[in-house]
């Protein structure tokens, strides 16, 4: 349209600017709502890690309060209070991300409540939540401890409160103070708690893209006498046998659960990197496949040569597993899956979202106020800091 066009008819100029500041305000709110939709993960990290200094504040109180009673009387304080954080933490690894979790084999161990050693395949920062999925079917959410590496001791509010929650941190390789794991796993038996010990026997995680890794493991087995695995890292023995040793007689079964995650294999067919939490929480893992085994401690080998062997051996069927699901072999009736007729596990809003609501209005009414906010830096501050003088004491 020329000038003389639009002298003419200036309605159209008028209309058709309309529509072009129409058009560019539609993109860029469509813009903001793709861009808002690929960090939705961040709200719930955000409300996770936020609530994490009122929660460990909230502990203090706890236990300053239950210092005077008998010790029995703070455990079950502190691990009510753990529960209802991890019930949070559920709410978003489940409700939020929408995956469907499928468990195969010994599913009967979500009905009875039992002191169990828990041992899985390590691939990615989501390992830790399975135990959560199970150990609230038992009502034994409260009880769960890890054995962690050494480095997550210093994690600003988590680190500290692990260890008082009777978590153990562990060095790898030479640096494995065997000593140090008794003492610390020792307490348990000794106080007769309720527990749920959660063991990564393989120290690491399975990273297909890490083939060093995966190379040092094969050498491991062959030094040993092993076959060699391929989809899982072969695992070390010592942390598994220090703890069944310090809790026989207390502790009724080891769980050996063996995981795999769906949507990670790429379009010619190769593993995948299994997801990150912020892929998790995105809804980009539509399944959670789970075999789950229940072996009583009876049957798990004492003698550190043949509990060798016998892990080992688990692995090795670990492995079997883990080959059929990522096999491209349409023949195999466990490519996608797991052996055996799936159960689903599932979870109520009754049981995860009022921990979010408590958690997360407790900790803003804190941040309504400028008082609150400024309190609440200085204790985030001084709190870390702390925690760091207190956990390098105490290592």
């Known amino acids: 349209?020329?000038?003389?066009?639009?002298?003419?008819?200036?309605?159209?100029?008028?209309?058709?600017?309309?529509?072009?500041?129409?058009?560019?305000?539609?993109?860029?709110?469509?813009?903001?709502?793709?861009?808002?939709?690929?960090?939705?993960?961040?709200?719930?990290?955000?409300?996770?890690?936020?609530?994490?200094?009122?929660?460990?504040?909230?502990?203090?109180?706890?236990?300053?309060?239950?210092?005077?009673?008998?010790?029995?009387?703070?455990?079950?304080?502190?691990?009510?209070?753990?529960?209802?954080?991890?019930?949070?933490?559920?709410?978003?690894?489940?409700?939020?991300?929408?995956?469907?979790?499928?468990?195969?084999?010994?599913?009967?161990?979500?009905?009875?409540?039992?002191?169990?050693?828990?041992?899985?395949?390590?691939?990615?920062?989501?390992?830790?939540?399975?135990?959560?999925?199970?150990?609230?079917?038992?009502?034994?959410l409260g009880h769960i401890r890890y054995i962690l590496k050494d480095g997550l001791r210093f994690l600003p509010f988590y680190g500290p409160y692990f260890k008082q929650h009777g978590c153990a941190y562990v060095k790898r390789g030479g640096k494995f103070n065997q000593e140090k794991l008794k003492k610390d796993i020792s307490v348990i038996r000794i106080n007769k708690e309720p527990i749920w010990l959660v063991i990564f026997p393989e120290g690491t995680r399975y990273n297909p893209e890490l083939p060093q890794v995966i190379e040092r493991s094969k050498a491991f087995a062959r030094d040993q006498g092993f076959k060699e695995l391929e989809n899982v890292l072969s695992p070390r023995t010592k942390a598994v046998q220090t703890c069944i040793e310090e809790l026989a007689g207390h502790v009724d079964v080891l769980y050996d659960i063996t995981i795999a995650y769906s949507n990670t294999k790429d379009s010619s067919g190769h593993r995948k990197v299994a997801p990150p939490m912020t892929d998790f929480l995105l809804g980009r893992v539509p399944q959670l496949h789970l075999n789950l085994e229940r072996i009583p401690l009876e049957n798990v080998p004492k003698e550190e040569d043949k509990l060798r062997r016998w892990l080992h051996s688990l692995y090795e069927k670990k492995d079997r597993m883990m080959t059929d699901f990522y096999s491209d072999n349409v023949n195999l009736p466990c490519t996608g899956r797991f052996p055996g007729v799936p159960k689903q596990i599932t979870f109520t809003y009754l049981q995860t979202l009022p921990s979010v609501i408590f958690l997360a209005a407790s900790t803003g009414l804190i941040l309504a106020s400028s008082e609150g906010r400024i309190a609440f830096g200085k204790y985030c501050l001084f709190g870390t800091l702390g925690g760091w003088v207190w956990m390098a004491l105490r290592s």
């Not at 861009?35 to 719930?44: C, D, E, F, I, Q």
């Not at 395949?121 to 999925?133: E, K, P, R, S």
């Open 1 to 140: 349209m020329d000038k003389a066009d639009t002298k003419r008819h200036p309605h159209w100029t008028r209309i058709t600017g309309y529509i072009l500041f129409l058009i560019n305000n539609v993109m860029g709110m469509l813009s903001v709502v793709v861009y808002l939709h690929s960090v939705r993960w961040a709200l719930p990290a955000v409300v996770m890690v936020g609530t994490a200094p009122f929660f460990v504040g909230l502990w203090g109180g706890i236990r300053l309060v239950t210092s005077i009673l008998p010790r029995g009387c703070y455990r079950k304080a502190d691990d009510f209070l753990y529960t209802i954080y991890q019930r949070m933490t559920i709410f978003f690894f489940y409700k939020v991300s929408g995956v469907e979790i499928l468990a195969y084999g010994d599913t009967d161990i979500l009905k009875k409540k039992e002191n169990a050693i828990f041992i899985c395949n390590h691939q990615n920062t989501v390992d830790w939540m399975i135990a959560n999925y199970l150990a609230i079917h038992q009502g034994s």
